[in-house]
């Protein structure tokens, strides 16, 4: 069983930072993989990026290279998505997700969800 609870968004501006916190809980070493995904109104769930459980190897999509980074603390069991330079299209909810194989993109691959944390970016 795995939890996965998003926190952090809020409304910013344009230029601003943000960093969101997703807490995890394990029963086992089974995850190797925790994605960030996220999903503006009327749009698909899209990948942002992910990073290995225990490797630390981290995968982005384009839009997220340069300006977002994944990292995760393994001894708090929490994934970071830290986002730099917001612009008004990185407005979405943000999911953080969790999967027991290797890394993906998609979301069919990921097996555990969180509800979402709402980033909001005027411009």
């Known amino acids: 069983q795995v939890q996965l609870v998003e926190s952090g968004g809020r409304l910013v501006q344009a230029g601003d930072s943000l960093r969101l916190s997703c807490q995890a809980s394990?029963?086992?070493?089974?995850?190797?993989?925790m994605g960030w995904f996220r999903q503006a109104p009327g749009k698909e769930r899209e990948f942002v990026g992910a990073?290995?459980?225990?490797?630390?190897?981290?995968i982005y999509a384009e839009s997220a290279k340069g300006r977002f980074i994944v990292s995760r603390d393994n001894a708090k069991y929490t994934v970071y998505l830290q986002m730099n330079g917001l612009k008004p299209e990185d407005t979405a909810v943000y999911y953080c997700?969790?999967?027991?194989?290797?890394?993906?993109?998609?979301?069919?691959?990921?097996?555990?969800w969180g509800q979402g944390t709402q980033v909001t970016v005027s411009s």
């Open positions: 990073i290995n459980w225990i490797a630390g190897r981290t």
């Open positions: 997700a969790a999967r027991t194989g290797g890394a993906s993109t998609s979301t069919r691959d990921y097996d555990y």
């Open positions: 394990f029963r086992t070493y089974s995850i190797y993989y």
